[in-house]
């Protein structure tokens, strides 16, 4: 038998939880029925303003997607997947189109990738992120006191980490309660397994990195409603990553939902949410109050 290296997994079978292409037969299908989602949205959307600066970096970007009329409307800020070293949010931004529907912003943002950067730099710019909106949405009408944050995948391991946030010792100017909801789709919050997957060649953690870098082992700011979804057909290890980050949540006494979505695997999962009825897409829009 091969040792095993994390939990009850060797090498290989930790390869393959942490692979969502490995386990997912049509993972291609689904990435190219987001992206025309996301190209026809583009064409259409009335009220866009793309590539907006939120720092220094030429990745360091956010495309807006406002409703016909925004006035004090809260803003959903999306963040995307890739393991932190691929993708683009123009492949996303059809995800806009429930939120802006119903009243709702849509911000989703770029960050540098790995190994660019390192997952340190990464998280600093997402907040980053978020500082801008606090200070700049009002300009284009929405409420500084109303910004929330959902992300996929990678996304949703920056969505924690967003949560794992300081607000004023980021930015003095921040409140404690800058973020007001979270939704981590399909994300990993222990980072420890990471290190021993073909991820690791590209995001170069350390243990230490790692540690500082894992959600699940890092104290929560208090007060944001949180929801966790996973998809039901993901990897045993992703489905036990959002259930255990959840309730590292309840420990410390947040409000946190967690749960699984019938037939959506890793790729289909946020395309999907964006079908009437769909009970992700509905949690995001109760969670920005616009249900």
Same mark, same amino acid.
């Given at each position: 038998?091969?040792?095993?290296?994390?939990?009850?997994?060797?090498?290989?079978?930790?390869?393959?939880?942490?692979?969502?292409?490995?386990?997912?037969?049509?993972?291609? /299908?689904?990435?190219?029925?987001? =992206?025309?989602? $996301?190209?026809?949205?583009? *064409?259409?959307? +009335?009220?866009? &303003?793309?590539? @907006?600066?939120?720092?220094?970096?030429?990745?360091?970007?956010?495309?807006?997607?406002?409703?016909?009329?925004?006035?004090?409307?809260?803003?959903?800020?999306?963040?995307?997947?890739?393991?932190?070293?691929?993708?683009?949010?123009?492949?996303?931004?059809?995800?806009?189109?429930?939120?802006?529907?119903?009243?709702?912003?849509? /911000?989703?943002?770029?960050?540098? =990738?790995?190994? $660019?950067?390192?997952?340190? *730099?990464?998280? +600093?710019?997402? &907040?980053?992120? @978020?500082?801008?909106?606090?200070?700049?949405?009002?300009?284009?009408?929405?409420?500084?006191?109303?910004?929330?944050?959902?992300?996929?995948?990678?996304?949703?391991?920056?969505?924690?980490?967003?949560?794992?946030?300081?607000?004023?010792?980021?930015?003095?100017?921040?409140?404690?309660?800058?973020?007001?909801?979270?939704?981590?789709?399909?994300?990993?919050?222990? =980072?420890?397994?990471?290190?021993?997957?073909?991820?690791?060649?590209?995001?170069?953690?350390?243990?230490?990195?790692?540690?500082?870098?894992?959600?699940?082992?890092?104290?929560?700011?208090?007060?944001?409603?949180?929801?966790?979804?996973?998809?039901?057909?993901?990897?045993?290890?992703?489905?036990?990553?959002?259930?255990?980050?959840?309730?590292?949540?309840?420990?410390?006494?947040?409000?946190?939902?967690?749960?699984?979505?019938?037939?959506?695997?890793?790729?289909?999962?946020?395309?999907?949410?964006?079908?009437?009825?769909?009970?992700?897409?509905?949690?995001?829009?109760?969670?920005?109050?616009?249900?």
């Amino acid at each position: 038998m091969p040792d095993s290296i994390y939990r009850d997994f060797d090498g290989a079978q930790l390869e393959w939880q942490y692979s969502p292409r490995a386990h997912t037969p049509d993972h291609d /299908a689904a990435i190219a029925e987001g =992206l025309a989602h $996301s190209t026809a949205y583009r *064409e259409t959307a +009335r009220n866009a &303003r793309y590539d @907006i600066a939120y720092g220094a970096s030429a990745s360091e970007t956010l495309d807006l997607f406002l409703p016909d009329d925004p006035r004090g409307a809260p803003v959903e800020l999306y963040i995307h997947g890739g393991f932190w070293r691929s993708r683009d949010k123009k492949d996303f931004s059809h995800l806009a189109a429930p939120l802006v529907d119903a009243g709702g912003i849509s /911000a989703i943002a770029n960050y540098d =990738l790995c190994p $660019s950067v390192t997952l340190d *730099e990464i998280v +600093r710019q997402m &907040r980053a992120c @978020i500082a801008w909106l606090h200070r700049n949405i009002a300009g284009y009408g929405g409420d500084p006191a109303r910004i929330h944050v959902c992300g996929h995948s990678a996304g949703g391991h920056l969505t924690a980490m967003m949560l794992a946030t300081d607000w004023p010792d980021f930015d003095p100017a921040l409140p404690a309660d800058t973020v007001k909801s979270a939704i981590p789709v399909s994300g990993v919050f222990d =980072l420890e397994p990471i290190l021993n997957t073909s991820v690791q060649d590209d995001v170069r953690l350390d243990a230490e990195s790692a540690r500082r870098n894992s959600p699940a082992l890092l104290p929560a700011a208090a007060g944001p409603r949180v929801a966790v979804a996973v998809g039901a057909d993901e990897s045993e290890e992703f489905r036990r990553q959002s259930r255990d980050y959840a309730e590292s949540l309840r420990r410390q006494g947040l409000e946190a939902e967690c749960f699984e979505m019938p037939a959506r695997n890793h790729f289909n999962i946020m395309t999907d949410s964006a079908r009437p009825g769909d009970r992700l897409g509905e949690t995001r829009l109760r969670l920005m109050g616009l249900r």
